[in-house]
């Protein structure tokens, strides 16, 4: 396991050059993994039709958005800072995130009611 990780330790290192700074690379990946997971928890904490898979592809479909948007930002398509696609990438895992976790949900078989109470 030692060589695994550092094997990943080495490999992330690679992808971290590739950026200006390590800032840039720090903000890409929070707009790949918190801002999703931060869609997803909100949702599932105010709506109560909220599902278990509706969850997981909402993560999924917000994470692939804003690494959509990283790699386009990184190829020059979308002509804005380093700085400024982590914000767009961040936004659209946010709004990619509520649109298709709230999609699924409404297509799942939500929990019975009777779950809910104590």
Do not use: E, H
């Amino acid at each position: 396991m030692t060589v695994v990780g550092c094997l990943l330790a080495i490999g992330t290192a690679f992808i971290a050059g590739s950026y200006q700074n390590l800032m840039d690379y720090v903000q890409a990946l929070f707009s790949f993994f918190n801002a999703p997971l931060f869609a997803i928890f909100i949702l599932g904490l105010f709506w109560k039709r909220m599902t278990g898979t509706a969850g997981w592809t909402g993560l999924i479909a917000g994470t692939v958005a804003a690494v959509a948007i990283d790699a386009l930002v990184r190829s020059g398509v979308i002509a804005v800072s380093s700085q400024a696609g982590s914000f767009i990438g961040a936004s659209a895992a946010f709004v990619v995130g509520i649109a298709v976790a709230a999609g699924v949900s409404l297509v799942t078989t939500p929990k019975p009611d009777a779950s809910w109470s104590a």
